[in-house]
């Protein structure tokens, strides 16, 4: 199997980068930028956004995302993007919003910017949009011939940004290494279908590293809304080492037990990384990892808030019957678990989201009997 990295063409990150924008964008050659954004973000930027780019002759159209990134969506703003003769697409805001733009750049075939105004996940960087029905089912990976020209990360705005998006963010970053090195000590492929380098590795272990240094501090800095040095590691940490990670280096079981939850309907109003969280403990009772690993990493979550336990994450009545529901859904098919260096059975996945459950709660203090 090759190997392969890939990343954004350019990474720009640190408070008051928007005001940089304008200059990014017209290296990239772009004169007429269709902004796809949700309405938090494009205001969260504040005026150095429009002033950098009148400042280097770009004309620009702000168009708001409604609703999922479903076809209908994607054709709505590219066609507005035709009439306007956009030749730059610029996503600003959050998960949908990034890939909504992502799908209009590769239907316009222009560059694309992406301008993330919070850190709650590592997409962002990635060549990847997820599309759903307009209802919000989900429907297919679209998978792009390239990642964003340019992630352009302002420090400040993301301070600014709710602090439990934050934290959902550092859950997403910190389970990239341990999804990553399991996947490269199996050899299997990862998203791209090609093999790790030792360049994703790495970076997937930083990430790692970061998390656990900085993530603490980092989530004190925001609850206060400013971006510290901790703050700027951590969001590089949730945004760029993540981004690369995952996607160069391969994911495992923790994002498996992420979208195996999702059937049921009580964990949808939580976030991504919160789901991701319970998953990373669920991954390291899975692979039976040495109890420094599970105490280092349980530490952390509670410390900062994440989910350690099925309750935590909205399944506040776990019987059996809906477990197993989300056990076979957490070893589908078409699932990362499946890189795992041991045949994936439902009946290992149900035993393992258990067992995780059960080590959360103790450390939460929650008797067994409640
Ligand atoms: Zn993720």
């Known amino acids: 199997m090759l190997k392969m990295f890939i990343s954004p063409g350019r990474y720009v990150q640190g408070a008051g980068a928007i005001r940089e924008i304008g200059k990014h964008l017209s290296l990239l050659g772009g004169s007429k ?3 796809v954004g949700d309405p938090v973000g494009v205001r969260a930027l504040g005026d150095g956004f429009p002033e950098s780019l009148k400042a280097h002759g770009i004309e620009f159209r702000v ?18 993007g035709s009439s306007f003769g956009m030749d730059i697409t610029v996503g600003v805001g959050g998960g949908k919003a990034i890939d909504i733009a ?47 020209d340019l992630v352009l990360v302002d420090t400040a705005v993301i301070a600014k940004a709710p602090v439990r998006l934050f934290v959902s963010g550092m859950a997403d970053a910190l389970s990239t290494w341990l ?11 990862g998203m791209q279908g090609t093999g790790s380098t030792l360049a994703a590795q790495s970076l997937a272990r930083l ?34 080492l993540s981004g690369i990670g995952f996607e160069s280096g ?8 992420q979208d195996g939850v999702t059937v049921l309907e009580e964990t ?23 109890q420094k690993i599970v105490d280092e990493v349980l530490g952390f979550c509670l410390k900062v808030g994440l989910p350690v336990t099925l309750e935590d994450i909205g399944i506040t009545d776990a019987s ?37 459950d059960a080590i959360g709660r103790e450390a939460k203090g929650i008797s067994p009997s409640t």
């Open 102 to 148: 992502k799908a209009v750049a590769h239907k316009q075939g222009t560059p694309l910017a992406i301008v993330p105004t919070i850190a709650a996940t590592d997409a962002p960087c990635s060549a990847l949009s997820v599309i759903y029905t307009p209802e919000g089912v989900f429907e297919s990976f679209l998978v792009l011939p390239k990642n964003p």
């Open 250 to 257: 391969g994911l495992a079981a923790a994002h498996s037990l």
């Open 63 to 80: 168009k708001e995302c409604r609703g999922e990134c479903c076809q209908k969506e994607i054709g709505r703003l590219a066609d507005a």
């Open 33 to 35: 930028a269709l902004v």
């Open 207 to 240: 990430c790692y590293d970061t998390i656990l240094a900085d993530g603490h501090a980092a989530k004190l800095a925001v609850e206060h809304k400013v971006a510290t040095e901790a703050v700027e590691r951590v969001v590089e940490a949730n945004i760029l």
């Open 268 to 290: 949808h109003s939580f976030y991504h990384g919160e789901k991701v969280s319970f998953g990373i403990l669920f991954q390291l009772v899975l692979e039976n990892r040495p």
């Open 320 to 356: 059996e019957e809906k477990i197993r529901k989300v056990a076979e859904a957490t070893a589908g098919a078409d699932e990362t678990i499946h890189s795992e260096p041991f045949e994936v059975t439902t009946e290992k996945v149900y035993a393992a989201i258990i067992g995780a």
């Open 179 to 189: 999804e990553a090195d399991t996947s490269y000590r199996t050899g299997s492929p």
